[in-house]
């Protein structure tokens, strides 16, 4: 009996903890709605390894920008980028030819009548068959904003999950003949938990947030990265961020390590 009860002391004290530690699922507040006007221009730089010897380096332009038409407010991503593809045989003259990479349009808002229940931010994602990608993507994407009605000594800034399914299909001029590096067409669907943390007045810490679990509806398996970045704010208008992404699970092929960085202007 003695035993029980202290277990029992044991659970409430350690849900109290937990609580102070973190925020309550019942303590936070949709903010979805609260969409920014600010135009942000970013500068990424990517590294990754495929864990079969492979490498890539990745320079990425990345442009925000917000939208309106009548009751609908929303933004708009555009993202293009240049990728180098290289092995540790390589030379150092091949390991530094970029070519084309992946370019993409996002779009989200949220309607005052249109899916209201959801409370989501809606919009939807294409993907150019340019460079080394090789294939129209199209998919619809459900995003939501939660912010915490307390403080807790973590620090938890907001909890903002996303999801994204992405369906790709060829295009007349995509063939292995022409195109011998193209990956498979996309079926899957893409899902971020991403969740921040202060670490100081100017300094964040988000999971998640640049990449997310990935689940093959083709044929299966699953792709799960552990992802972390720090932001860090020195001016009102500039931010400067490093992350890295490193996989858990992985029995749809993505990548095995990622490092990235960003450098982010605001007007």
């Known amino acids: 009996m003695k035993l029980f009860l202290l277990l029992i002391i044991s659970l409430f004290a ?3 903890y937990a609580e102070d530690l973190l925020v309550p699922l019942s303590k936070f507040d949709n903010d979805s709605q609260q969409l920014t006007n600010s135009k942000v221009l970013e500068f990424w730089g990517y590294h990754n390894y495929d864990d079969n010897d492979n490498y ?3 320079l990425k332009l990345r442009y925000y920008n917000p939208l309106a038409a009548g009751d609908w407010r929303g933004r708009i991503r555009l993202d293009t980028s240049y990728a180098s593809n290289f092995n540790s045989i390589s030379s150092a003259n091949n390991s530094g030819q970029y070519s084309a990479g ?3 349009v996002t779009i989200w808002g949220q309607d005052r009548t249109f899916l209201k229940p959801l409370g989501a931010l809606v919009g939807g994602r294409v993907i150019f068959p340019f460079g080394n990608n090789g294939q129209w993507a199209v998919g619809p994407q459900l995003g939501w904003s939660f912010v915490p009605e307390v403080d807790s000594e ?16 060829d295009t007349k001029n995509n063939s292995q003949t022409i195109n011998p590096n193209q990956p498979a067409l996309v079926r899957n669907l893409q899902v971020f938990p991403t969740i921040g943390f202060q670490l100081s007045p100017n300094t964040m810490l ?6 997310g679990a990935v689940y093959n509806s083709a044929g299966g398996g699953w792709f799960v990265p552990l992802d972390a970045m720090v932001t860090h704010r020195p001016f009102k208008d500039w931010v400067f961020a490093v992350g890295a992404s490193k996989q858990v699970l992985q029995t749809y092929r993505q990548y095995d390590w990622s490092t990235y960085a960003k450098i982010s202007y605001n007007f």
């Open 154 to 169: 973590l620090g938890v800034t907001d909890f903002s999950p996303l999801l994204r399914y992405m369906y790709g299909f």
């Open 56 to 58: 890539q380096n990745i």
């Open 102 to 104: 992946n370019t993409m």
């Open 206 to 211: 988000r999971f998640w947030d640049e990449n």
């Open 14 to 16: 350690s849900a109290s």
